[in-house]
């Protein structure tokens, strides 16, 4: 498959591993990390969802979650040079038929879909409020990575829009945001089911939290067992080479 992707300047192309998926990225705006993999194998998707990924950037949790049985997935991307490049993906990875990328402002779904018409939500959302940390001069790093573009409650209010009552909403995020997200949610009947927070390794506090909320659910929330993403030598867990779809050992 190689020999049908066209790479343009700047370009490169990344293997995703699982189904032979490749993926175009650009450095200078924003590369995926162990965030989006992880979130795309913590929501199981169920074979007749209707997804919606707000934010889809290159389009690798579509990508992958396709791969992991989602059939029906509606790619949000507001930056044209990304919404491009997820168009691409798709296209070069042939995953037309399940993923649909929508070039434009999920704040503004209203527009395109009626009110309920999906059951699965899923962000890896801008982690950083503006004025806090360093922000990065690469524009497309820094609107990836702050949020410049979407609050936090434009996430869960238009999860609340999209959503049929009693789907769900799942996201990555960082650990220390918990609270917030918690608080945020709730405000838009959102209400926690499960969590699991990831570490870095053993002994170190959380880096990052998964989090899986149900439109209209009752306050019931089961945690998980801590993910540890790397062991003491640096090397990935078990757990996150199987995630990966590779052998420990390489």
Known sequence: MADEWVLNEGERLDDLVRDDMKLIQRPDHFCFSVDSVLLAHYVEPKKND????????????????????????AAFELDPVMADLARRNVEGNHKEAQIKVIEGDYRESSRQFDSGKFSLVLANPPYREVGTGRMSAKSGVASASYEMNATMDDVFK?????????????????????????????????E??????????????????????????????????????????GSYTEEVCEIYGRKSHE
Request: aromatic share 8%.
């Open 158 to 190: 238009t999860a609340q829009y999209l959503l049929k009552y009693g789907g769900r909403l799942a996201m990555v995020h960082r650990a220390d945001r918990t609270a917030d997200l918690i608080t945020i949610g709730r405000k838009y009947h959102m």
């Open 50 to 73: 209707v997804i919606a990924d707000l934010g889809t950037g290159t389009g690798v949790i579509a990508l992958l979650v396709s791969s992991l049985g989602g059939n029906h997935i």
């Open 192 to 233: 926690p089911k499960r969590m699991r927070f990831v570490y870095a390794r053993k002994g170190h506090t959380a880096v990052r939290v998964l989090i899986e909320w149900r439109y209209g659910g009752h306050a019931e929330l089961v945690v998980e067992p801590p993910l540890l993403l790397h062991n003491d030598d």
